[in-house]
């Protein structure tokens, strides 16, 4: 099943303003979610390293490579194999604050946690996503045809990631308190923003969406079962307290798709089985963080 199929051909139909949306919407989540965060929050990771570099560890090393080697047993489609690297490339979702807060975990190793990864994917995603997807026969075919430009990779996550990141982090440590209002309206309206990207995904592309779904979604499942097991099974193995454990689950667990989707649209051309993929994934890991915080919220 690795050889070329339908899925590798199509092109998702996506224009310019729908990209320049996707891009201030994504921008403008993520400094709704730096608004939660201060240089001081920091320390608190020289205070408690062994989870924060377990965190790392998980989502960094641990799920590219588990990726890597879902991809070698089911052999998805190239295109759609790439798409499940740059997810597994990207940083933590989100949400992953809200939702690690709501199953009592580890607060302040999540906003740490969020903090670190989002900064450290200006250089770390690129460089994941071309390094797996090259050790991977098919996709690294693909990769050479489409000829990814890598230092413009850089330059776009650090200007719709790392900039608004500092931004909303010197508002938070310099102008605390427009900082909790801007909170307030920024924070419940960032699934409403995420949502929207995958309306803007769907639309125009909805019969493609349903004749591929079927197949999608057990890819989609499996990826994201294999993702937050990465972090449950890390957290286990060191013996983490069951707050750390529940944090670093879902921090490795809800990736930042919104990202993969403006990438794959900026340097893929809406390359079908990755966009797919892609958006199919924003709206499942939502779903399955939502379920296993709710059922984690009432173990302490």
């Known amino acids: 099943m690795s050889s070329p199929t339908e899925l590798d051909s199509i092109q998702l139909n996506f224009s310019q303003n729908d990209l320049l949306l996707l891009n201030l919407a994504l921008a403008l989540i993520m400094y709704g979610v730096a608004l939660d965060l201060r240089f001081e929050d920091f320390k608190y990771l020289a205070k408690n390293p062994k989870a924060f570099f377990l965190g790392v560890f998980s989502q960094f090393i641990l799920l590219p490579f588990l990726t890597w080697a879902l991809i070698s047993i089911i052999q998805p489609p190239p295109s759609v194999a790439l798409g499940m690297f740059l997810v597994a490339a990207c940083p933590g979702g989100n949400v992953s604050n809200f939702l690690s807060s709501y199953a009592k975990g580890n607060a302040a190793l999540s906003v740490s946690l969020t903090g670190f990864s989002t900064l450290f994917s200006i250089i770390s995603t690129p460089l994941n996503f071309a390094l797996w997807a090259g050790l991977y026969g098919p996709t690294s075919t693909l990769l050479q045809e489409i000829s990814l430009d890598i230092e413009n990779v850089f330059m776009t996550v650090g200007l719709i990631l790392g900039i608004p990141l500092i931004l909303g982090i010197l508002t938070r440590t310099f ?126």
């Open 175 to 300: 102008a605390s308190k427009w900082a909790e209002r801007f909170k307030k309206i920024l924070q419940p309206l960032s699934l409403l923003i995420f949502a929207a990207f995958i309306v803007l995904a769907f639309a125009g592309n909805f019969d493609i969406f349903l004749q591929y779904i079927g197949k999608i979604f057990l890819w989609v499942f499996a990826h994201n079962l294999v993702a937050l097991g990465a972090g449950f099974l890390t957290a286990k193995s060191f013996k983490l307290p069951l707050p750390d454990v529940k944090t670093l689950t879902i921090e490795t667990g809800i990736q930042n798709s919104g990202l993969g989707l403006v990438l794959i649209f900026t340097y893929f051309e809406g390359l079908g089985g990755m966009a797919v993929i892609t958006a199919l994934w924003g709206i499942w890991h939502l779903i399955s963080g939502i379920t296993i915080a709710s059922i984690w919220k009432s173990k302490t």
